[in-house]
């Protein structure tokens, strides 16, 4: 007989991910590992326990002060893995949304006080207190929607000493909200303000000064750069990257996301563990990206924020790409909900629901370095979430899904 403090009962589907390769691919993005008429249990954060409800009472028992829920016939799916953010940072940039909207570019923002180095000045301008206070908003914005495992890169600082701080909050923020953070060190989100006229001083500094403090300091766990025309050009990108992977940093690389810059082409090249965006990629690159196994992070709601452009799910999962989701939270596309990431991913990237599930959980875990995480199966932290919807293909249909439980480490969250 299995002990437990946690059942989760009622439950018309559990969706488990539990079988199958990681990171999963093609047909294989389809298999959710569903169990019909389920329950799950848990036990001191742990799942013990996953089944048809019909075994529950003859195979497990609830320890005294345990608690039972009822699913109230919904579904109940692991905890999503987001991939992708840039959640720590200060002020907003809603003063551009009317000049997007009339068509002003990005240099044209940017020469009016806006783009990413507005939120850089109000980064560097911000207290610690006020970074984590507003962090911790958002994360736990992201949790009340099911998200239970952030990356976070840095990014908003683009200096050594500011960099570093950002990341040293990384640990804080986890802890506040009780949430895994993966730290990507991200000082190649574009040349320092302050090095504009000789970005290759930059560039000197990230290689020979910051990217070996933070590897000596573990404060990262993946290394990410830019890599765009003005921002970081391939030869940039690689030596940050080579740098980077030379200390024993795992990579990542913003590519392809306005024009086809050559950053997919370099992923694939370097084997980097994920390349990111990818608005841009060409057909023979995805070929590349397939064939090296690296993890293609879609941003389905930032293609949304950028004049509605289509993220390529559809053909990244046709080439044979592993697909990981992201909300890419940050001033620029302020989105917490990964169900809405989701939706975007079906009604825009033409994914089917069931991959789209499989990108936000098993592969996003994949892509952040979390082997752990993304799938309900015993010995896997209790990590879940139950959405009153009588299947898991409704999630992606609805852009409107919330979840009714949540579950981090076998304990109910707080949804008010």
């Not at 569903?34 to 409800?53: C, I, K, L």
């Not at 016939?73 to 200060?90: C, E, I, M, R, S």
């Not at 024009?259 to 070929?287: I, K, N, P, Q, Y």
Request: glycine share 10%; net charge positive.
């Amino acid at each position: 007989m299995i002990r437990a403090d946690l059942v989760v009962r009622g439950l018309a589907e559990a969706a488990t991910l539990a079988d199958g390769p990681v990171p999963r691919v093609g047909a294989a993005m389809e298999e959710l590992g569903r169990v019909s008429d389920a329950a799950v249990v848990a036990d001191r954060g742990t799942v013990v326990w996953v089944g048809p409800e019909r075994r529950l009472g003859r195979e497990v028992r609830l320890r005294r002060g345990g608690r039972t829920f009822d699913g109230r016939g919904g579904t109940l799916v692991p905890g999503f893995v987001d991939a992708h953010t840039h959640a720590l940072f200060a002020g907003d940039r809603a003063f551009e949304l009317p000049l997007k909207l009339r068509g002003a570019t990005y240099p044209e923002i940017a020469r009016r006080g806006g783009g990413l180095y507005a939120t850089v000045r109000a980064t560097r301008a911000a207290s610690d207190a006020e970074l984590l206070r507003a962090a911790s908003e958002r994360v736990l914005g992201m949790l009340r929607s099911g998200t239970t495992s952030v990356e976070v890169k840095s990014g908003y600082a683009l200096t050594h000493a500011g960099e570093l701080r950002l990341l040293r909050l990384l640990p804080r923020l986890g802890r506040r909200t009780g949430l895994p953070i993966v730290p990507t060190y991200l000082g190649a989100h574009a040349v320092a303000p302050e090095h504009r006229r000789h970005p290759e001083e930059y560039v000197d500094e990230i290689v020979r000064r910051t990217v070996p403090a933070v590897a000596a300091g573990r404060l990262a766990r993946f290394c990410d750069v830019f890599c765009e025309p003005g921002f970081f050009s391939v030869p940039q990108s690689e030596r940050i990257l080579r740098a980077a992977a030379a200390v024993g940093l795992g990579l990542k690389i913003h590519a392809d996301e306005f024009v086809l810059s050559g950053g997919a082409r370099l992923a694939a090249r370097l084997r980097t563990r994920s390349a990111e965006h990818l608005l841009a990629s060409a057909a023979a690159d995805r070929a590349r990206l397939a064939s090296a196994g690296v993890t293609a992070v879609l941003l389905p709601a930032t293609a949304f924020c950028s004049a509605g452009t289509r993220p390529p799910g559809r053909e990244m999962v046709d080439a044979g790409v592993p697909v990981a989701l992201g909300t890419d939270c940050s001033p620029a596309s302020w989105v917490e909900s990964m169900p809405l990431v989701l939706a975007h991913a079906v009604h825009a990237g033409r994914m089917t629901p069931a991959e789209a599930l499989t990108a936000a959980t098993v592969n996003a875990a994949h892509a952040s370095g979390l082997p752990d995480r993304g799938a309900v199966a015993v010995g896997r932290p209790a990590d879940f979430s139950v959405f009153p919807l009588p299947g898991a293909d409704r999630l992606g249909y609805r852009f409107d899904a919330r979840p009714t439980l949540v579950f981090r480490q076998g304990k109910s969250v707080s949804l008010s």
